[in-house]
């Protein structure tokens, strides 16, 4: 049988969890933003798409929070490997952000191959993609 503290959260924990509600509460209006964007596409097809705006969706709000990060921290950090090795060099988070973008796009670049040619030339597309 766990102790009486077994169930209980830490401080940490209930952090956590209210990162994560906010984010899944962002990803989701991401996801709404985007499936308005592709409601052009025939029902079919945008359920065929389903795994991709998903995956769009968590990819930007990823890059708005990793964008958070590098303003907050800078782009680059120290490191020290052992005694005598120390220096700095481009953070984790830079790291994250530049391969999440490359792969943003990508994913974004095949979902508006998918939308009409009128639609394509529509300015509400700017907005979803970003170099």
Request: hydrophobic share 35%.
């Amino acid at each position: 049988m766990a102790g009486k503290g077994a169930d209980k959260k830490t401080l940490s924990d209930m952090t956590q969890g209210k990162k994560k509600k906010v984010k899944d509460r962002a990803v989701s209006a991401e996801l709404r933003r985007l499936l308005a964007l592709f409601a052009p596409l025939p029902e079919n097809e945008r359920k065929f798409l389903q795994p991709l705006f998903e995956n769009a969706a968590f990819m930007k709000i990823t890059l708005d929070g990793l964008q958070d990060e590098i303003r907050e921290n800078g782009t680059v950090e120290a490191y020290q490997n052992g005694e005598r090795q120390s220096g700095f060099k481009i953070s984790a988070a830079v790291q994250a952000y530049n391969q999440t973008i490359k792969n943003y796009n990508a994913v974004m670049d095949k979902l508006i191959d998918r939308l009409p040619a009128e639609e394509k030339k529509s300015d509400s597309l700017s907005q979803f993609k970003l170099k």
